[in-house]
């Protein structure tokens, strides 16, 4: 099996763990259609999505959060004093200061490391583990616990047919750790610099007028499937050069869970051969932004469709425009 060879400057790093939570609440494609007019035959042929997790009332981002990093610490065989720095996408906190990340430490009885949210949308667990690399190829930190919280189902406009179906809720986390040989290659990761307002959540203000709860999720969804299976799979092949190996050493593909289509289009753009193990977790979990590819990779070890020691080719993409992309060795 191959492994990553020295990619990167400074200390190599590598996953230790991954740890998902999903949302307790199931929600159907037939339950949904009573509140748009569309239909579980429509969802599934153009998404793949037969049905999503909503979090309950009590399954705050917080509560999910932490449940997540808990897990993750507990699988990576460490203690919570262990940890250096801790780092949370999201983009469903509902308070714009203090960072979820200080709310999670405390929760987890962490204290003086640092703690920061990173609003990168879809893309943000990718910059997590590019970020989290780089503080262990620094020298500032040994142990990164990071993490992704959603509750997208507060965001959406629930009679919008051309959104409202795709999004669900729940949490990730993992470990990033100083190793003697890399398990995380340098992320291939930017923003397209246009179509700022291809996909994103509406302004606060504007909600506020509309006497909305939350400001909700709009989208031009035709843009954002065109860019993600054009330029972002293109990205998605940088990153194996970055990495230094080709599309035959990889064992696992999980690419954001936006939609089974557009990991179609990139399957065929990367030319990923038959032997990679393809994440669909977006089937039984809808699309939970940055939360989506830790499920999806925790879900692929407790299943067995993905084992410790392979190569994974990760892909994030979302509101910004931005992406991530890198290759990294299983937990
Ligand atoms: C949203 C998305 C599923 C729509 O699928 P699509 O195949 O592009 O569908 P279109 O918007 O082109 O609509 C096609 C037809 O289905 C209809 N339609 C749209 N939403 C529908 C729904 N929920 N149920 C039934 N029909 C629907 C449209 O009215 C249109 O009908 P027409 O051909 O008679 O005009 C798809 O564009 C997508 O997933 N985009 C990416 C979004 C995304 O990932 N966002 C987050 C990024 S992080």
């Not at 990071?146 to 189902?153: C, F, G, K, Y």
């Not at 750790?177 to 606060?204: F, K, L, Q």
């Not at 999806?296 to 407790?302: C, G, H, K, Q, R």
Request: proline share 4%.
């Amino acid at each position: 099996m191959k492994t990553l060879t020295s990619c990167a400057s400074g200390s190599p790093a590598r996953l230790l763990s991954v740890a998902g939570y999903r949302g307790s609440r199931v929600v159907s494609n037939h339950e949904f259609c009573q509140w748009i007019d569309s239909s579980d035959e429509w969802i599934q042929q153009r998404t793949g999505i037969t049905e999503r997790r909503w979090a309950t009332p009590d399954e705050t981002v917080l509560q999910m959060a932490a449940a997540a990093s808990r897990d993750a610490v507990q699988r990576a065989g460490i203690s919570l004093d262990n940890i250096d720095a801790l780092i949370v996408a999201t983009v469903s906190h509902q308070q714009q200061s203090p960072a979820l990340a200080t709310a999670l430490a405390a929760a987890l009885g962490l204290s003086d490391v640092p703690a920061f949210d990173i609003s990168a949308a879809c893309a943000g667990f990718c910059y997590l583990i590019e970020l989290a690399r780089s503080l262990v190829a620094s020298g500032a930190a040994r142990h990164v616990l990071i993490a992704a919280s959603e509750r997208l189902s507060d965001m959406i406009d629930i009679t919008d047919r051309s959104t409202a179906f795709l999004f669900g809720d729940g949490a990730g986390a993992a470990v990033v750790a100083a190793a003697d040989t890399p398990g995380i290659s340098p992320a291939v990761w930017g923003t397209t610099g246009t179509n700022v307002a291809a996909v994103g959540i509406e302004p606060w203000p504007d909600a506020v007028a509309k006497r909305q709860a939350f400001p909700h999720i709009v989208m031009d969804g035709a843009k954002v499937f065109r860019w993600a299976a054009t330029e972002v799979a293109a990205k998605a092949l940088e990153a194996l050069v970055a990495a230094n190996i080709t599309v035959a050493d990889l064992g696992v593909f999980i690419g954001h869970q936006a939609n089974s289509r557009i990991i179609d289009a990139m399957l065929r753009r990367l030319a990923l051969p038959d032997h990679v193990a393809v994440s669909r977790d977006i089937r039984i979990q809808g699309n939970t932004s940055a939360a989506s590819i830790p499920i999806a990779m925790s879900a692929m070890l407790e299943d067995g469709s993905a084992h410790c020691g392979q190569l994974a080719l990760l892909v994030g993409f979302g509101a910004g425009l931005s992406y991530a992309t890198q290759v990294v060795t299983m937990p």
